[in-house]
């Protein structure tokens, strides 16, 4: 099967089962793994979450013509916050040893104690335990989400393009 010739609904189908997959893959290096997340790799995981969910309903739903981009501007909006999430995180991976910033506090306490605004604050600001680097394959973990925040984007892109011209 030509990934390049399938429908707007098989190819939708397509991303929300490679979501699926990578979010499962996530649970698994957490549980079995013991490769516990940061909180910018759970804010990564929900970029998946909002591109699988836009995925999944415009599979089910497979509308024509105009309306197709209404559900690729909700994969493309998960992807945009993936993309910059991931950056942020090997960004602050590629720091020098003493330049990392230190341990902050974990992310269910940060919801319970501070406002959202400051939330996103902290957690960009980013902490020690977000630098920390443990190859997958060659590649550190958020290395990987951005790879497939960009192939996932672009299958959205030809999806979405293909239908718009009529096949």
């Known amino acids: 099967m030509n990934p390049f010739r399938w429908s707007y609904r098989v190819s939708f189908l397509a991303g929300f089962l490679a979501c699926a ?5 996530a649970l698994y290096a957490e549980y079995y793994l013991h490769m516990f997340p ?14 699988g969910a836009f995925f999944l309903l415009g599979a089910l739903h497979a509308p024509r013509g105009g309306a197709r981009w209404v559900y690729a501007a909700g ?5 945009a916050f993936g993309i910059v999430v ?4 090997l960004w602050i991976q590629s720091l020098p040893a003493d330049q990392i910033p230190s341990c902050g ?6 919801f319970s104690a501070f406002p959202f605004a400051q939330v996103l604050k902290l957690v960009f600001t980013g902490s020690g335990e977000c630098a920390t680097v443990a190859p997958i ?3 550190p973990m958020p290395a990987w ?3 497939w925040f960009i192939v996932l984007a672009g299958l959205t892109v030809l999806a979405v393009r293909r ?3 009529g096949k």
């Open 21 to 25: 997959g990578l979010l499962g893959f």
């Open 38 to 51: 940061c909180p910018l790799c759970i804010f990564q995981r929900v970029g998946f979450i909002v591109m």
């Open 75 to 79: 994969v493309w909006l998960g992807a």
């Open 86 to 89: 991931a950056a942020r995180h």
């Open 105 to 110: 506090p974990p992310l269910d306490y940060m």
């Open 137 to 139: 394959l060659g590649l």
């Open 145 to 147: 989400t951005l790879i």
């Open 163 to 165: 239908g718009s011209r």
